[in-house]
């Protein structure tokens, strides 16, 4: 026989039991039953591991409810005990009859209060089923299987209705007066304020709908019978051949005959042949080349013959423009190095020119820090300590270059290494070479068509003139025009990567410390040479002593010559004026007779040939200067038979070029 699953009671159905189980019977008055001894404790006894494959009170077993568990009964159920908080329930072994009812009262009376209730235990929390129509305590869903036992254990809390000896236990009998108050009913005041609420709004579930009512829209006309009778929907769909796209013709360009008409050409006859095309009116390259300037072409303002200049060569290069534009930076209204670069450098797309601008503004702002170098208190510097002091040995010069380079866009760097600057002295024949050293700094900057250019900023910006002497400014632009293979005659690099020879060689340290085997060389004053467009490497005599003995020359007399730095360099344009007559000081037979012997020159050269028992005795100088001013007038473009004119009869100044000393 299969067991049924306990029906669950509502509401309604435990009232209509409670009020049946009145019917007949007398009212028992409330006692309160003493508290029972305790339970005696059990003997432990050790887990059984017959473990029962079915339990009958678990809680996955318990009816719904507090329905008591057992084998479903066809009559109704009563309703359940109710027992009330902190009552316990002892154990018994017979059946106990339930509590006699308390008397009825008549409805006149006012009902009782019951006592209040004791506070729950912590551990009585009640726990809400889905179903809201009961209440179990967490307590009555505890399995009344024990483990120890294996047998059936009451919970002495347990409001689950339970089976004792094979008897059901009854409900009391209902009681209005056990039954709480009642909560008081809301003041009439509250339902004032309820009416002055605003009226509700109808949800968004059940919105408030219009009807609208639909017209419908007029019939359209019908359209109209196609002219041909024949019904097309039966036709079948015509498939059209493959589309083969035919070659263009050949386009056909009309051919105007050469007869005009009012000026207008008249296109009558499409297969004549076109007219002659008119050569009188074609651009003539040779008349378009002639308008345009050309340096070599014309006569140069000086009247000095020239040839064609290159855009590679830098001696004969105008830098007028970034010249002038480099002077009107002051160094104490600069503000940072940027700016100064981006002003310096802006106006010249040309690298070339950027280079020169900066080149030229560090000869107008920073002088050579003498007191420090002679003082052996030269210490590191960096380009803002040189912008901001304005003072420098070669290494600040280099830095302040190498940052505004940089800054303008320029490919740049600092090259260190040995240079035959101030102090150094030639090394005679024989002399023991000493070890390679570093004691100055200069630049290598990227111009024109990527070529790498070295240059001297420091060498270029003035003299130092010795110890206890202030430093001169002295604009020098050889120290940026010259090539990389006269530039490395005086500056040799630590690093061998920085040679920038024109065909990737480079120099040894011997080659360089002792340059040439024959001798020092002539003294140039580079004050003078390099501002009148002189090479400093072609002046003859070679070298520095020049023997008195005519046994010593080949020829019956001596020649002195020097020549332009560039064969199309010119006065005028690249330098500051028209040429100075050259002369040459000599000391006459024994030294006894000075004598002031003018040069020859053609423009290009400049030469004077002197018999060797003229040039004076051993040991006095022979020396190349030019006529400075002649009567307190500037000396520029005096020709030599002005020269000779006023020589001995009007005051003369003169400047050195460069020197000799006879032995």
């Known amino acids: 026989m299969t067991e049924e699953e306990p029906q669950q009671q509502s509401i309604q159905a435990r009232i209509a039991a409670l009020n049946l189980g009145q019917v007949g019977r007398a009212p028992i008055t409330a006692t309160t039953s003493p508290r029972p001894a305790p ?12 473990i029962p494959t079915r339990t009958t009170n678990s809680i996955y077993s318990n009816g719904v409810g ?65 179903s809201d129509e009961s209440m179990s305590s967490v307590v009555s869903t505890i399995s009344t299987t024990s483990a120890f036992s294996n047998g059936p254990a009451r919970t002495p809390t347990s409001r689950a209705p339970s089976m004792d000896a094979g008897r059901r236990l009854q409900a009391p009998v209902y ?47 019908p359209l109209p019978q196609r002219p041909n009778g024949r019904d097309q929907s039966r036709e079948p769909a015509r498939r059209l051949p493959p589309t083969t796209v035919p070659p263009p013709p050949a386009r056909q360009i009309p051919r105007p005959t050469a007869t005009r008409v009012n000026g207008l050409d008249n296109h009558q006859d499409q297969n004549a042949t076109p007219p002659p095309i008119p050569l009188s009116s074609r651009p003539d390259l040779s008349r378009l080349l002639a308008t345009k300037p050309k340096p070599s072409s014309t006569p ?24 002038t534009h480099a002077a009107t930076f002051p160094r104490h209204t600069v503000p940072s190095i940027d700016w100064l670069a981006s002003q310096l450098t802006t106006p010249f797309p040309s690298p070339t020119d950027k280079a020169r601008a900066i080149f030229t503004w560090l000869h107008h702002n920073v002088d050579y820090d003498t007191e420090a170098f002679f003082n052996d208190r030269v210490q590191p ?54 070890p390679e050293s570093s004691n100055h700094a200069w630049n290598a900057v990227q111009i024109d068509n990527g070529e790498w250019k070295l240059l001297d900023a420091c060498w270029g910006a003035g003299n130092v003139q010795g110890k206890g002497l202030p430093y001169q400014r002295a604009f020098k632009p050889n120290h940026f025009t010259m090539d990389n ?27 360089y410390i002792l340059g040439d085997q024959g001798g020092p060389g002539v003294r140039v004053f580079t004050n003078m040479a390099p501002q009148e467009g002189l090479s400093t490497t072609k002046f003859l005599p070679k070298y520095l002593k020049v023997p008195v003995s005519a046994a010593k020359h080949a020829g019956p007399t001596v020649r002195f010559q020097f020549e332009r730095v560039c064969s199309h360099w010119d006065p005028l344009v690249h330098g500051p004026g028209k040429p100075y007559q050259f002369i040459l000081a000599v000391h006459g037979r024994d030294g006894r007779a000075d004598d002031y012997v003018p040069f020859e020159t053609n423009g290009l050269f400049w030469w004077a040939d002197v018999p060797p028992e003229k040039l004076g005795a051993p040991g006095q100088t022979i020396t190349c200067f030019v006529v400075d001013t002649v009567a307190g007038n500037s000396g520029r473009g005096l020709s030599r038979e002005e ?3 006023a020589k001995g009869r009007k005051g003369m100044s003169f400047q050195g070029v460069a020197a000799w000393e006879l032995i």
């Open 300 to 323: 140069s303002p000086s009247g000095l013959p020239t040839t064609p200049s290159t855009n590679s060569c830098l001696k004969c290069r105008d830098f007028s423009a970034p010249d």
């Open 175 to 221: 009681d209005p007066a056990t039954l709480p108050p009642l909560p008081p009913k809301r003041p009439k005041a509250g339902k004032e304020k309820e009416s002055a609420r605003l009226p509700l709004r109808g949800a968004k579930s059940t919105p408030t709908i219009t009807t609208i009512e639909v017209h419908q829209p007029p019939a359209t006309p």
């Open 381 to 434: 510097s960096s380009p803002i300590s040189t912008l901001n002091t304005g003072l420098a040995v070669c290494e600040g010069y280099a830095a302040l270059f190498t940052a505004l380079a940089t800054h303008a866009g320029l490919a740049s760097v600092v090259v260190g290494g040995h240079g035959k600057g101030f102090g150094f002295a030639a090394l005679p024949r024989g002399a023991h070479i000493p």
């Open 39 to 50: 339970k005696p404790s059990l003997d432990f006894r050790r887990a059984s591991t017959n």
């Open 643 to 645: 020269y000779l004119a």
């Open 66 to 130: 507090n329905e008591p568990s057992g084998p479903n009964r066809p009559a109704v159920l009563p309703p359940p005990i109710i027992t009330r908080t902190g009552q316990v329930t002892g154990p018994s072994t017979a059946p106990v009859a339930p509590p006699r009812l308390p008397p009825r009262k008549n409805s006149s009376q006012q009902p009782e209060r019951s006592p209040a209730l004791p506070p729950r235990r912590p551990s009585e929390q009640l726990s809400r089923r889905d």
């Open 485 to 511: 293979e006269e530039f490395g005659l005086s500056h040799f690099p630590s690093n061998r990567a920085h040679f920038y020879l024109p065909h990737g060689g480079t120099v040894s340290w011997e080659e």
